[in-house]
């Protein structure tokens, strides 16, 4: 097989780097201290998969907000429905397809060990950070939250006392008429006893996304926070940290990117009688696909960033966040009590069908509360033994009020001939209005947990985690209704619907069928299996709600009581190789189903039922050739057993479990400081993920909603087979005033997909092709590091990928996507003093 040329100059120059090392300098990596394990420790010291980045790394990659994060990780992605603001992270394939913003996270997002459930959240507190720490597995120990997928530790800037009073800005400058800054300064209030630290930032630009209708660019940016932090030392041995942070983002959101998938060629002769027959046609240009209103984006010639959109509002996101950490410190043990609470609210006017006319518009919204507790104990007993132990408890109330709009602009009647199957929807999509879903839900969360180690030798060591959860989730409240566009009462699905169809309404139909097809009908009475039921759907075509009311359905409640935990084993054979072996098992809270639906369910049809992640581990830690390189490696197996996920069958929502999948995996990451000058990082990640056990709906035969596809040997979603990336640090230039550095990424991704189906029912196009992005930054530092001036850009060579993808064939005849960044560029310079 040939070897691309790329790779063959990358290792040619890895190879000449090795070939040189003793001949230069002895230079030495930089230890990386992370708090992974409630422990400070070295990232070498930590027998589990981590990636740790000190406050110089993420500089460095010029990471800006939540969703750079899986630039320098492997086997990690990050896919956006909503753009910046709302990431959906993926650690070795365990990911979540829900965009329902009261899902929580397979992965574990913490700001400064505040557990963040609210996934709109995420974005919001990557600002003055100090180091950032990615775990990759199952977390059911020692974390608030019990996660199947991981865990993000945001860990922000803490004053010291004592240390004198300092400055920091930085100002900079990009393209799209953007600027940025990042500002702060902290001093020691009192001797010995309090140090403060205020820190302010901002990120405004123009939008991405040119707008051929007018108005303004859309995907704009407009985010502002600031933290004030407090470390007082109450006494010798007592310290308390607090920090109040507080965003918002207020700017027009990211447009959706409409692909109609209605094939006007499956049947030309009906398009034909449609089109000669003046009748609910419209005239607009197709490239021989419209989606069910007509509507052609490729045949607009519009560019990879234009669009056509009509809707696409503000998104507002507000987040008030308190931590307040005690520490005493014993001579024997140490005491620690984290206090969070949290107060946000998610808001946005989504244009989902990307086009110019009203199909699918959506305003998102919802409120959330949330309060957590976390106490823990620290002690070493028996000279070998180390134990971590407490308990924790959490609660999260959150109001959501969501509208979707449907057809506005009426259906084109070729959609009879696109979408057989929706020949009986046409009536009552004309004038159908506005579903309103309002959805009240609180959750609690205790556990107790421990995690004990046994130090058996000087080099050998064992750990012990167990874990108690009592999850508990009750939804208070639920109305799904129609309104008209006005916002006028029309009548309540939830509760009303009495019909015993879960379904927007009965189309127009004979026995269930519909379109008609006469000769499948005659069969199917002769052989019975249409009866008197099937026929009484024929005179009960129509909307299926009752007479409007703003009562709620009954409530419901879900109580989920579960064991996890992990044990591990580790063997240093010197101060250069550590290897490690570990068995741990976490699971993800169960949840309601946050999508429309109509029809109230009974309560396994509502609830997702928790899914669980047994994970089995080795690896080894590596710091070689006095550590001027280090090599960090895992393999790794999953079993996943009831992974949930959102599937979206035309216009209604169904939050499932999947029966079971598998994932197997290799990482790797290389560190190499081959001069004084340079140094060169790698990253490799490998998988091999597929469904063991998964049936969901077929969303082409719309007359049968019991037809089932068998996806069992698909690939998860969100989990390419190989991800790569790559860092290059070299100081080109050095004199007395002082040095300038080059540094230049980049990261690869191989084929995934954004759909369980993969390539099956018409899905073939819900995926991304692999791509690579690339990046670069000049910085000049001074001789005093008291200043430095940089320039940088973001996705060099201006690759167009998307980010998300979803099916939404069945109800509306398009697939919808969200495109990735462009190239950005600017100039930035920081002050310290």
Not at 320 to 337: M, P
Not at 339 to 361: C, F, K
Request: proline share 4%; charged share 20%; glycine share 8%.
């Amino acid at each position: 097989m040939r070897t691309p040329p790329n790779k063959t100059r990358l290792t040619i120059c890895t190879g000449l780097f090795l070939i040189s090392i003793p001949a230069m300098a002895a230079p030495q990596l930089e230890e990386v201290i992370v708090t992974a394990q409630k422990r400070s420790a070295s990232t070498q010291d930590t027998p589990i998969a981590i990636t740790g980045m000190s406050e110089g790394a993420l500089e460095k990659f010029g990471f800006s907000n939540a969703s750079d994060i899986s630039a320098q990780v492997p086997n990690m992605q990050v896919s956006g429905p909503y753009g910046e603001v709302q990431p959906i992270f993926s650690i070795r394939g365990v990911s979540m397809s829900d965009y329902s913003s009261n899902q929580a996270s397979p992965i574990g997002v913490y700001n400064d060990e505040a557990y963040l459930g609210a996934v709109y959240t995420h974005g919001m507190s990557f600002f003055d950070v100090e180091r950032l720490e990615v775990l990759r597995g199952p977390q059911g120990t020692l974390y608030g939250k019990n996660t199947t997928g991981g865990a993000i530790n945001i860990v922000t800037k803490t004053p010291l006392i004592g240390d004198p009073t300092a400055f920091n800005l930085k100002q900079g400058v990009r393209n799209y008429n953007g600027h940025a800054g990042d500002y702060g300064v902290e001093s020691t209030l009192i001797e010995d006893v309090l140090a403060a630290r205020l820190a302010y930032s901002y990120s405004r630009r123009d939008g991405y996304f040119e707008n051929a209708l007018g108005g303004p660019d859309l995907s704009e940016q407009d985010f502002q926070a600031a933290r004030l932090v407090v470390n007082w030392q109450l006494t010798d041995s007592t310290n308390m940290v607090l920090k109040y942070s507080t965003a918002r983002n207020d700017a027009l959101g990211s447009p959706s990117r409409n692909e109609p998938r209605g094939d006007l060629s499956k049947n030309p002769e009906l398009v034909t009688a449609l089109e000669t027959s003046g009748v609910g046609v419209y005239d607009k240009p197709n490239n021989g696909f419209i989606d069910n209103t007509g509507y052609s984006r490729p045949a607009k010639n519009l560019d990879y960033y234009e669009v056509e959109d009509n809707f696409t509002g503000a998104l507002v996101v507000n987040s008030d966040l308190l931590v307040n950490k005690i520490e005493y410190v014993a001579d024997a043990y140490t005491l620690t009590a984290i206090t969070s609470l949290a107060d946000s609210d998610y808001s946005q006017a989504q244009n989902v069908d990307g086009s110019p006319d009203q199909l699918l518009e959506i305003n998102w919204g919802v409120d959330t509360q949330a309060l957590s507790q976390d106490f823990r104990i620290t002690t070493t007993f028996l000279d070998d033994f180390d134990l971590i132990a407490g308990a924790y408890y959490a609660t999260e109330d959150m109001q959501l009020d969501n509208q979707y709009s449907l057809y506005e602009t009426p259906p084109d009647t070729r959609a009879a001939a696109t979408f057989p199957g929706v020949t009986g929807y046409y009536p009552y999509l004309l004038d159908f209005g506005v579903l309103d879903q309002k959805m009240d839900t609180e959750k609690t969360s205790a556990a107790l947990y421990s995690q004990l180690r046994w130090n058996v030798t000087t080099n050998l060591g064992i750990d012990f985690g167990l874990r108690y959860t009592d999850d508990k989730i009750d939804m208070t409240y639920l109305n799904i209704s129609r309104l008209g566009y006005d916002g006028s009462p029309r009548g309540t699905y939830v509760p009303g619907n009495n019909t015993g169809v879960d379904n927007i309404f009965i189309p127009a139909n004979v026995a269930g069928q519909s379109p008609l097809e006469p000769g499948l009908l005659l069969a199917e009475l002769l052989s019975g299996n249409i009866g008197l039921d099937e026929l009484l759907l024929t005179a009960q075509t129509g909307y299926t709600h009752g007479p409007y009311t703003t009562d709620s359905a009954t409530p419901l409640s879900a109580n989920e009581k579960e064991w996890t935990g992990k044990i591990g084993l580790d063997y240093r054979f010197n101060d250069e190789l550590m290897i490690y072996t570990s068995y741990s098992r976490g699971f993800r809270a169960g949840n309601f189903n946050a999508g429309v639906y109509y029809e109230e369910r009974e309560f396994e049809n509502a609830y997702a039922s928790p899914e669980f992640l047994d994970a089995y581990e080795f690896g080894f830690k590596a710091d070689l050739w006095n550590r001027r390189a280090r090599i960090n490696s895992a393999f790794f197996y999953y079993d996943y057993t009831d992974q949930q996920f959102i599937n979206v069958v035309g216009v209604s929502n169904f939050l499932e479990n999947a029966g079971g999948s598998k994932i197997f995996g290799f990482e790797s990451e290389m560190y190499f400081a081959l001069t004084e000058k340079l140094t060169v990082q790698i990253g490799l990640g490998i998988l091999k993920s597929e469904y063991t056990e998964l049936e969901l709906s077929d969303v082409q035969t719309v007359n049968d909603d019991d037809d089932v596809v068998d996806l069992s040997g698909n690939e998860l979603i969100s989990a390419p087979n190989v991800s790569a990336n790559i860092s290059v640090d070299y100081d080109i230039f050095t004199n007395d005033y002082g040095y300038l550095s080059m540094n230049l990424n980049g990261n690869y991704q191989a084929d995934q997909w954004y759909s369980a189906y993969n390539d099956k029912i018409g899905y073939d196009k819900i995926r991304q092709a692999g791509y690579g992005l690339y990046n670069a930054r000049f910085t000049w530092f001074g001789s005093d590091d008291s200043y430095s001036v940089a320039i940088w850009a973001k996705n060099i060579t201006e690759t167009e990928y998307d980010g998300y993808a979803i099916n939404l064939q069945a109800g509306f005849g398009f697939d919808y996507f969200q495109q990735g960044a462009p190239r950005t560029y600017g100039l930035e310079a920081t002050y310290k003093f």
